[in-house]
């Protein structure tokens, strides 16, 4: 129904920067939040950033000022633009959103397959 495939995951440097996109496509009616996620190896799934299909974002309280998200509704893409990168910031980043698909009455929550951020020290 709804396919989130994100990209721009890799290895960078301490300090460094990457971004990461995230394409939704299927038999979409609308889109609600958007956000991303992240899992480092033996931790749970943690909140990064959500934003609204006006725009408004919103952050987890450690990576305010480092990250930042933002979305094309026209392209259905979601995007997270990272700085200042840190090792603790390793982790798989997911990519979710919350969907209407043509002919259903109810928002669903969908997710990507994830990719990986490696920060090396």
């Known amino acids: 129904q709804v396919q989130l495939v994100e990209s721009g995951g890799g290895l960078v440097q301490a300090g460094g920067s990457l971004r990461l996109s995230c394409a939704a496509s299927g038999i979409i009616f609308s889109i609600n939040n958007m956000g991303w996620y992240r899992q480092a190896p033996g931790k749970q799934r943690e909140l990064v950033a959500t934003?609204?299909?006006?725009?408004?974002?919103d952050y987890a309280d450690s990576l305010k000022g480092r990250f930042t998200i933002s979305r094309d509704n026209a392209k259905k893409t979601v995007y997270l633009q990272m700085n200042s990168l840190k090792p603790e910031d390793t982790a798989v980043y997911y990519c979710?959103?919350?969907?209407?698909?043509?002919?259903?009455?109810?928002?669903?929550?969908?997710w990507g397959q994830g990719t990986q951020v490696t920060v090396s020290s």
């Open positions: 934003i609204t299909a006006g725009g408004v974002a």
């Open positions: 979710n959103a919350q969907a209407l698909v043509l002919g259903s009455t109810s928002l669903n929550d969908y």
